[in-house]
């Protein structure tokens, strides 16, 4: 087998910020120099994701309003247990982040992600403060 | 390593056709002829996805009613950005994907799709017009 | 290529049971005995799934709290087809599982699983009754 694995460290805002991480995730595949791949991306934590979209910006404010009202930051009734057992502020954050989920695989064909066209790997931070995150990927060849 | 490969490539009609896979993914992992290995599946294009369920006409009425209902095609207020700036109709369909997600992982044990008797591996096409969709299959054993 | 497996046996109590799978995976690529290597976590059947989350009793109230909201048990209006097609009481299982998915991948860095701090591996049976669940650890190394 071989096993290719590049990290990614990127300082987010927190609140919903999407960065698009497709460039990174290529940078990894070329160095990984392999042509037919399966590649895993992967974020530590339990208040952010990773998903793929067409990264523009009135995808990106859609995403973040409709898990504003999926997921709202303060209860429509009472509180949130994590927030109020913990003293915390987060609780909103750890279900948008469970509910997407922290990984994707993505197939290498001929030495590309086989994205389509409009299609972007995007890291979703929903915590409520700026956050350094490390993304794993790896490349399996 | 080895790493087998198919493609599969659906006709959709689109407004969230859901398509079982299964038996295409069985065929590839066939083809193949591993008795252990990984087989991830994953469709290209950011308004489609990929997940398993029971697929039975009730079951696949009922997903399509919940994603009206969390993600309608006109949102309650307003309009979505990805409409209004693109000049497009699939804002929905874009959400509902990145929610569910393109990407699964399922094991082969001997031979055969380690699934639940009841489990199904479905492609959803959430965007507003019959589409050609392609479906990579990959088998890491 | 090395494929080492592990498969995690477990007696839910159904009803959006969350349990903690982190320890049980921990064994697995231990067991592997590899320093790199990439984990998939996959559970069969059509009304349960996996994730991750801070697994401590506020985030599991939470998360079960939303799952309620977002998908409840009885509609608000009707009946959900596949109950009544086929006589069943647990399509809001089926739902809430497509919906977060059957399977989840980590790095193996250094041995060890790549996971937040706070950040465990949980399965959840949203079914209506217990049930013996089959979780495939896979470790691609």
């Known amino acids: 087998?071989?096993?290719?694995?590049?990290?990614?460290?990127?300082?987010?805002e927190g609140s919903a910020h999407?960065?698009?991480l497709t460039e990174g995730v290529v940078?990894?595949?070329a160095a990984a120099g392999v042509a037919h791949a399966v590649c895993s991306?992967?974020?530590?934590?339990?208040?952010?994701?990773?998903?793929?979209?067409e990264y523009e910006p009135g995808g990106v404010a859609d995403?973040?309003?409709?898990?504003?009202?999926?997921?709202?930051?303060?209860?429509?009734?009472?509180a949130y247990a994590h927030n109020t057992l913990n003293r915390d502020d987060n609780a909103h954050a750890h279900l948008r982040a469970s509910l997407i989920g922290p990984s994707l695989t993505v197939p290498v064909v001929r030495g590309e992600l086989a994205l389509g066209t409009w299609q972007q790997i995007v890291l979703i931070d929903?915590?409520?403060r700026p956050r350094?995150?490390?993304?794993?990927?790896?490349?399996?060849a």
């Open 1 to 12: 087998v071989s096993l290719h694995t590049g990290l990614l460290t990127l300082e987010t």
């Open 18 to 20: 999407v960065i698009d």
């Open 27 to 29: 940078r990894v595949v």
């Open 41 to 53: 991306v992967f974020v530590g934590g339990s208040t952010a994701a990773i998903t793929t979209m």
């Open 63 to 78: 995403l973040r309003t409709l898990l504003s009202r999926l997921v709202p930051e303060v209860p429509e009734a009472g």
């Open 126 to 128: 929903f915590d409520d």
């Open 132 to 140: 350094r995150r490390e993304v794993h990927v790896q490349i399996v």
